[in-house]
């Protein structure tokens, strides 16, 4: 028996089911990418790999997709040269093109090969597969989706409030209830500056933004292990322990902050976009954490993370603002933010909560029998008037038994079944049956697109 054929591990197939469930994440979250003003692009899967080497670190560089080169790759390199089997060097004598690793650095070449083009500020969403060569595991795969949204060309602050309320929308529309996580670089910066080893700050972050993870003491054994002194920890411990509301939360950083202006220019921008949000009122929880520490080489003012109440899962939403996007391709000094929602968790917090509507079938709303040709002709003539009028349905293809039709209709979960016998030909009416009541009604063609719609 000849070995089923099989997929690369770290990817997956999506049934039906699961297609019609995905749609109605990324339709739901598109929706309101365009309702907030934002510009849909495309870039290709594949970019040269001078624009992405070097952008994601060493270890990113290390789960960079290479492509080799087309026709003779291996021209040009030496068999001295493959004996060697020095990796680096030999992947940039074979390829010189590679998938993209994530939305943000192909966005960025984006922007500046097409700078003449775009009018600033420019929002753009991009929802499109990357690619990793990661490990496989539960949660981790090799090919997933993105879906950002940014806005680059503007300092104001007003772009983050705007983003905090197209966070509270999408998750308003998915039934979801979340927590919005946020902080800011610069309030980070300051802690480290009143602790007295600005130099230490990403030791500093890196161990508390673990904080939820293993635990205030845990955090502390860290950061003396990073070097830092018991009274440095111990004047640490108060920021780490706030509560309250985020007003009070607020007032304490304050205090601790005032002798660091980077610090308290943080705080500024904190109580702009909480107070603005605030006053437009939100669904979501607003949550001022001063431990979140998301992206730290990469974000230099507002840091944003979404969080799922009712499942234990990690975020589920992320971004925040970049004062270098384009620095790296020869363009400094742009200024952006922005969000990525994750489909894949996003996918799973509203399977665990039974959140998907029940009407996401992926098929047809209404499934014709066919009883013969006579009978498939007249049916065919109302299920384009049904599609015209933007009613989703469909023939049985054979004119086979009725239970083997019933049946079909059973496991594609269509919600209602349409019988045009001889009679219904001759009166011109369709007799419809709900398939979850089984309630049937013989209704003429204009009634029956009323009662589908």
Not at 4 to 25: C, H, L, N, Q, V
Not at 54 to 60: A, I, N
Not at 182 to 187: A, D, L, W, Y
């Amino acid at each position: 028996m000849a070995q089923k054929p099989s997929i690369p591990k770290g990817t997956r197939d999506f049934s039906p089911i699961e297609m019609a469930r995905r749609d109605y994440i990324f339709e739901t979250i598109t929706e309101q990418f365009r309702l907030f003003g934002f510009h849909r692009i495309e870039t290709p899967a594949m970019e040269n790999l001078s624009t992405l080497m070097g952008k994601y670190g060493d270890e990113g560089d290390k789960l960079l997709f290479k492509i080799l080169n087309s026709g003779d790759f291996l021209k040009g390199v030496s068999d001295e040269s493959l004996l060697e089997r020095n990796i680096p060097r030999l992947n940039n004598a074979l390829c010189e093109k590679g998938l993209r690793y994530d939305l943000t650095v192909p966005f960025a070449r984006y922007v500046v090969q097409h700078r003449s083009d775009l009018q600033m500020p420019f929002k753009r969403f991009q929802i499109q597969p990357v690619w990793r060569a990661d490990r496989p595991q539960k949660g981790r795969y090799r090919e997933f989706y993105q879906c950002d949204a940014d806005i680059v060309g503007s300092d104001s602050l007003f772009n983050e409030t705007d983003l905090l309320q197209l966070i509270d929308t999408v998750f308003s529309r998915l039934n979801i209830r979340v927590a919005i996580k946020i902080n800011n670089r610069k309030v980070l910066s300051g802690i480290a500056e009143v602790l007295g080893c600005p130099d230490r700050l990403v030791d500093i972050t890196v161990a508390i933004d673990k904080i939820d993870k293993i635990g205030l003491e845990a955090v502390n054994a860290e950061l003396k292990e990073k070097g830092l002194s018991d009274s440095q920890i111990e004047k640490l411990r108060p920021i780490l322990t706030l509560d309250g509301d985020n007003s009070a939360k607020m007032a304490k950083m304050e205090e601790v902050l005032a002798a660091s202006e980077t610090g308290m220019l943080g705080i500024n921008e904190l109580k702009f976009v909480t107070e603005s949000f605030d006053a437009l009122g939100h669904t979501a929880t607003l949550d001022l954490d001063f431990s979140l520490a998301r992206g730290l080489n990469y974000y230099t003012g507002t840091i944003i993370e979404v969080k799922a109440l009712d499942v234990e899962i990690g975020s589920i939403t992320g971004g925040g603002r970049y004062d270098n996007l384009t620095g790296v391709f020869g363009m400094p000094g742009l200024s952006g933010v922005g969000i990525s929602f994750g489909a894949d968790r996003i996918y799973d917090v509203l399977n665990a909560l039974d959140l998907f509507p029940s009407s996401l079938s992926g098929g047809a709303k209404v499934l014709f029998v066919n009883f013969g040709e006579k009978e498939a002709m007249h049916s065919l003539r109302v299920i384009k008037r049904l599609r015209e009028n933007g009613i989703s349905a469909q023939l049985y293809p054979d004119s086979s038994k009725m239970k083997k039709q019933m049946g079909y209709a059973n496991a594609e979960k269509t919600p209602y079944v349409a019988i045009i016998g001889e009679s219904e030909c001759e009166n011109n009416t369709v007799n419809l049956k709900n398939m979850q009541t089984g309630e049937q009604k013989e209704l003429t063609v204009d009634m029956l697109i009323e009662e589908l719609r």
